[in-house]
């Protein structure tokens, strides 16, 4: 029973063009949605986060996307650059979970130079 | 000044022995979690902790025990090591409002 998807395990993209990693849920309760990047032998650390009354977040080269009624959320990278090469977690957090986060499996993303 | 520190970094053992990993955070958050990452990579909580007080324990074997001493510290005690504990642990904090999670650096727990 995942309730947070992200169908893509990994995304190889050039340097300078976009980088789009998605992430889909299935709890309508959900309110609240995060995208975490992680380093190997680090923790995840956090990037962007959206609240459920916006369908955009923007905070400099990424942009989270938010469709409700699709349950689906999606991050842009622009341009993508060789350090942001990490695994990207999709999370999601509902107000009655009190601060339980609920982790996609994340995408490996490798921008290459 | 690492914000969320965590010990040991690695961890091999063998089945059956009783180990422990250590968690601290420098941040002054009300709120402490153990995540467990497996083998297909999914990110679980396992424990959280409010001010020393037990607020979310997922389905976890009994032999998984956490202890917070203090509000800057939860440590994670395993009895009876398994072969399917083998994972990384990651220690995380947050504020009382569960936003802006810091996570440590794991720990990769190898049971032989």
């Known amino acids: 029973d995942q309730q947070v998807k992200q169908n893509s395990p990994s995304l190889s993209v050039q340097e300078g063009r976009i980088s789009i990693l998605n992430c889909d849920y299935t709890n309508s309760m959900f309110d609240y949605f995060l995208w975490y990047k992680k380093y190997p032998a680090e923790g995840p650390t956090f990037l962007i986060s959206?609240?459920?009354?916006?369908d955009k977040n923007e905070d400099g080269r990424f942009t989270v996307f938010l469709n409700k009624s699709a349950k689906h959320l999606s991050l842009h990278i622009v341009p993508s650059q060789p350090g942001d090469s990490a695994v990207y977690f999709c999370a999601a957090s509902e107000e009655t979970s009190g601060s339980r986060l609920t982790f996609g499996e994340g995408t490996q993303l490798t921008v290459n130079p | 000044d690492t914000a969320v520190s965590q010990t040991p970094k690695y961890l091999v053992t063998q089945m059956g022995n009783d180990k422990s990993i250590k968690c601290e955070q420098n941040?002054?958050?009300?709120?402490m979690y153990w995540y467990k990452q497996d083998s297909k990579k999914f990110l679980k909580i396992m424990f959280s902790y409010n001010n020393k007080e037990l607020i979310i324990n997922e389905t976890v074997p009994n032999r998984f025990s956490p202890k917070s001493p203090d509000k800057a510290h939860l440590n994670l005690h395993i009895n009876s090591l398994e072969l399917g504990d083998s994972a990384v642990y990651f220690c995380?904090?947050?504020?009382?409002?569960?936003?802006?999670?810091?996570f440590g650096s794991g720990t990769r727990l190898t049971v032989v």
């Open positions: 941040l002054g958050h009300d709120t």
């Open positions: 959206i609240s459920s009354i916006k």
């Open positions: 995380a904090s947050s504020p009382w409002d569960g936003y802006g999670y810091t």
